[in-house]
């Protein structure tokens, strides 16, 4: 099920040009992270509260999964990174003006 994306520039009345509809997107989205085991005990780090679609969520889970230097992937409303990450995807979400909880 796909979310459906908002168009605040037009409730705004600022110009699409300047990427206000990301930037009011990111900040509206409260995110949470985890450590989650998994089978054999290795360690995951899980993402999740997106309001974004599915392709969105693939190109940040693609971007964390570079800049943490780690696989993973995009299930559900959720991204699974491979090991233990928290602090490390914490300040890269901050980074990318994501709020995290």
């Keep these: 099920m796909a979310k459906e994306t908002k168009d605040f520039s037009a409730i705004s009345g600022l110009p699409d040009e300047l990427g206000i509809d990301d930037d009011l997107s990111k900040v509206g989205q409260v995110l949470s992270i ?20 599915r392709a969105e969520m693939k190109a940040l889970a693609s971007e964390l999964k570079r800049r943490l230097a780690c696989g993973g992937t995009v299930l559900d409303d959720e991204i ?14 901050d980074e990318l003006g994501y709020q995290v909880a």
């Design 80 to 93: 699974e990174l491979q090991g233990n990450h928290v602090e490390r995807a914490r300040v890269i979400l």
């Design 34 to 53: 985890r450590r989650d085991t998994r089978r054999y005990g290795k360690p995951m780090t899980v993402v999740s509260g997106f309001e974004m679609d």
